[in-house]
C-alpha cells in the first residue's frame, strides 16, 4: 500500500490506498491533479499489468522538505484532528455512503464546508496518507515523477510569496486550468486563468475574526507565479488546438491554419470559375424622387473570374443580400459591357470590359447558391454551383480583397461614408451627409471597376510559366485576354432570354379548370386555351406543373409543359387585373389583408348565426308543443290534406291582398269572438288550445260566413 504506479497506456499515475486482505480488489487514487475520490480496481489487473509491462512502479513524487514552522505545525493538526475519524476508517472512508455519513458529522461539528473537507481527503490521498498529507512544503523528487519547471525568480511578480519549484502535481494543475478555462470559447486571458487557477488549487476555505467565510491561499512556498504558469505554458502550448478551441475550427480555418496554395492554381483559364459576393455599403443614399429623403445603404454584389481576378459583372441596388440581387449581377456578368455603361452615361469600348459569359463554375459562400433557385444555373447553363462553407471568407479571397479594393478608392471621397464612430457617444450621424442617388453611387462604382479592370495592377499574382515567358503584365483586363488566347478557357454565351429565364426563380403552380392557378392568382395563355388546358382540368381533375416567374412584376409568368415544353408566356385574367404590375410582395400584402378582412368578419358571422339557431329552435320547440296539444289520429290528420292545403292558400291570399281590409281577424278579436258568440258551433278555451292553426282558420271563417 501507499506505493506509486504508473498506467503506460494513458502515462497516468495512481497511488495504491489499500488492498483487500482477502485477495479480492483495491482502492487507487489516481494522481490527476484533481480533486477526487478513490476508484475500486481488480487486484489481478494490477498484478496482471504489472507482470505485463503496462503498469510500472515510480518513485514517489510528493516528497517534505524542511522542518514545518510553528504556523505550519498548527494547520496540519487542526486539520488531522478534525479528519482522522473518518480517515481511518478503511475501507469506510473508501464507500460513498459511509464517507458522505463522516463529512456531514465534521461539517456540523465544525462548521466547515463540504468543499473544503473533499480537499482535505484529497491531499491526505494524495501525498500518502500521512498527517504530515496537510503540511505545505511539499517538493518533488528525483526520477520520472521530478518537475519538468525549475524555481523562476519571482522579484518581477505581484509578491515575494509566488514562486516555487515545481511539481507534478503543479504541472496537473497548470493543465487542468488552461483546459477548464483557457481552452474555451470564452477567450479568457492567462491572467485570469492563473487567478482562478489559485482559487480551485492553491486556496483554503477559512473564517475570518468575523465569522465569514472567506478564502485563503496557501503559505509560503505552495504558490507557482504567473511567470512560471505562462513559461509552462509556451513550451505545451498547440496552436492549432488552442485556435481551434477558443475560436471554433470554422477560425482556426479562417485565421491560423497554413496558407501554402493560390487560389487560381490548377484553373485551366477564364470562365472556369467565377466567385460572387455581397457586401452592404458603408455609405447611405438619397431618394432620386427628393433628395432630402434618406434612403439608408446599398447592396454591392460582385462576380470575378478566379483565373484573372476582373471583374465580369456588378449590381448595385437595395435587393438583399438575396437571390434577387445576386441574380441581376449574375445577369450583368453574362450580358454585354458597352449597353449597360451607356444607361449610366459612360461610354467604352468592348475592349474595357469584354465580359458576357457564362462560366463553368461558380463559387459562392451558401447563401442565395444553396437554395432551390440556383438549381436552374444547373440544368439550363450547366453551370455547377460550389460553395463555401460558412464564414470561410478565405476561401474565395478574390471578391473578399475587392470589396477593400473599393472601399479603400472611395471612402475619402463621399459623403454619407461611415465612419468607425458613428455608433459611439457623441459620435457624428453621418446618414445626415448622404447625398449621392443610387444611380449617381453606381456610376462612382462602374468608374471604381473599369479602373481596377484596366490599371490595376496585381502584385501578388503569381504568374504561370508560360505567363512569365510572354511578357503578360498582371491586370486584369490582360489576364483575361491572354488566357482567352492561349488558354482552354470555359467561357459560353447564351441568348438574353434563356438567361433570363434561368435566373427567374421557379415554383409549382397547377392547372385548374378556373385557368392556371399560381401565388393564389390565375392566369392563361393562347396555348392553354389552343389546347383545352382548363376543360381538361375540369373534367380529369388539376394537375401541377412548373412556373418561372419574376417577383417584381407578377403580370406575367412563363410555364413549362408537362412534357417539358414551354415556356409558354401566361398573364393574369381579366378579373385579376387589379394585380397587375405589382410586385409578389404586394400581390400577398393585398391577400393577406383580404383574409384578415374575413377572419375580422368571421366572429359577427358567427354570433348571427348562433342566434339564428336559437330564433329556429325556440319556433320548432313552439310549433312541437302546439301540434303535440292537438287530438288526432294518424288516419284523420293524412286523410285532408288536399283541402286543407286549399283552405290555407284561400286564407293566405286574402290575408296577401293589395286590396281590401285582412278578412282575418287580430288575436284579441278572435279571443272576443269566441267569448261572445252564442253559436252552436261555439267551442272551449281548451277546444280552441287543441286546434291546428289551419282547424282555427277554417272554424273562423265558417263563423264570418254565418255572421
Known sequence: MNQIYRDVRSDHQFRLLWVDPTATGTYIYWLNGKASIPKKFSLTELENGISQGWIVEEQDPFVLHGEPSERDQAFRDAIWNKMKTALLDEPGIFDRNIRAKHLHRIEEESGEKMRNLYRHLSRYWERGKTPDAFLPGYKASGGKGKSRGGRNNPRNELSSEFGKTLTPVDLIHFEAAIRKYYLTRKESDLVSVYDRMLKDSYSVREKDENGNEVLRLLPKGELPSLRQFRYWYSKQQDIREEVSKRKGETGFELTARAVTGKNEYGMLGPGSQYQVDATVGDIYLVSQFDRLDIIGRPVMYFVMDT???????????????????????????????????????????????????????????????????????????????????????????????????????????????????????????????????????????????????TMHSLTKYEKSEQMLKSGVEAIPVKLWEWGIRNSSGALRTFPKETIRLALMPKDGGSVTEKGIYFKKLYYSCPRAREELWFENARKNGRYAVEISYDPRNMSIIYVWGKDGSGPYECSLLDWEQRFAQKSLDEVEYEQQKQDQQIRRHEREEKESLINLNQMIETIVDEAEKLTSAAVKTKAERLADIRENRKAEKEAIRQEEAFTGESKIEPEAKKEETIATSNNPFEVTEEEWASMSPVERKIYLDVKRRQK
Not at 327 to 337: C, E, G, P, Q, R
Not at 388 to 396: E, I, Q
Not at 436 to 451: A, K, Y
Open 307 to 453: 483565373v484573372s481576378h476582373i471583374v465580369t459583372g456588378m449590381y448595385i441596388g437595395l435587393e438583399g443580400p438575396s437571390w434577387l440581387g445576386m441574380s441581376m449581377a449574375l445577369y450583368n456578368a453574362t450580358t454585354d459591357k458597352v449597353d449597360y455603361c451607356h444607361q449610366f452615361g459612360i461610354e467604352i469600348t468592348e475592349e474595357q470590359w469584354p465580359c458576357h459569359h457564362v462560366p463553368a463554375v461558380l463559387l459562392g459562400d451558401r447563401g442565395e447558391l444553396e437554395s432551390h433557385k440556383a438549381d436552374n444555373l444547373v440544368t439550363m447553363l450547366g453551370i455547377r454551383v460550389d460553395n463555401a462553407p460558412p464564414y470561410r471568407g478565405d476561401l474565395k479571397p478574390i471578391i473578399e480583397s475587392h470589396f477593400k479594393t473599393i472601399n479603400t478608392q472611395v471612402k475619402p471621397l463621399l459623403p454619407g461614408w461611415v465612419m468607425p464612430d458613428d455608433r459611439q457617444r457623441g459620435g457624428k450621424d453621418y446618414r445626415l451627409d448622404a447625398k449621392l442617388t443610387l444611380w449617381e453611387f453606381t456610376r462612382i462604382i462602374i468608374g471604381c471597376v473599369l479602373h481596377y479592370n
